[in-house]
């Protein structure tokens, strides 16, 4: 069984990668306004994968017995500046979510709590990937630089293939 304490940190978790979907699903909208159809593609995916974040979350409280409490997820606006912009934000706040996750492991530890630490686990790899894929993208169009719009549309298509 969860300690209150656990269940609490991973209700919270859930709320925290709810969040992730709605604001990539958010990036997302404004790649489409702006005529990014790849860049929109890559973020509706990320949204599908952290909403699956959230629901293995919730689904692990459940197997262990605890009650799942679903809290508001904030708005994450919808006013990103530039294709350059919107994948820093992205990276800045996948490494928040990297310590989040990183907390949530010091916790299972300091609660002697095997089951959650070996499921959180998954969490932390994962983390390295999510954080390596959008750095990848960011520092490209870093390179490309922001005026130039050829090299941003190349970086568009590219990334648009996404599975």
């Not at 689904?59 to 912009?85: T, W």
């Not at 390295?128 to 970086?155: C, P, R, T, W």
Request: hydrophobic share 45%.
């Amino acid at each position: 069984m969860l300690s209150k304490k656990m269940e609490e940190a991973l209700n919270e978790q859930i709320n925290a990668e709810l969040y992730s979907s709605y604001l990539y699903l958010a990036m997302a909208a404004w790649f489409q306004e702006a005529n990014f159809v790849g860049f929109a593609a890559w973020m509706r995916a990320q949204a599908k994968e952290e909403e699956a974040h959230a629901m293995k979350i919730l689904d692990y409280i459940l197997e262990r017995n605890g009650h799942v409490s679903l809290k508001p997820v904030a708005s994450p606006g919808d006013s990103f500046g530039s294709p350059l912009k919107v994948f820093e934000a992205a990276y800045k706040h996948e490494q928040s979510i990297t310590a989040r996750i990183n907390k949530l492991a010091e916790l299972a530890a300091e609660e002697r709590d095997r089951a959650t630490a070996l499921f959180l686990d998954w969490f932390i790899n994962e983390q390295v990937e999510e954080e390596a894929g959008v750095n990848l993208i960011y520092e490209q169009l870093k390179m490309v630089g922001e005026d130039h719009i050829g090299g941003i549309f190349m970086l568009d298509h590219r990334f648009g293939k996404r599975e």
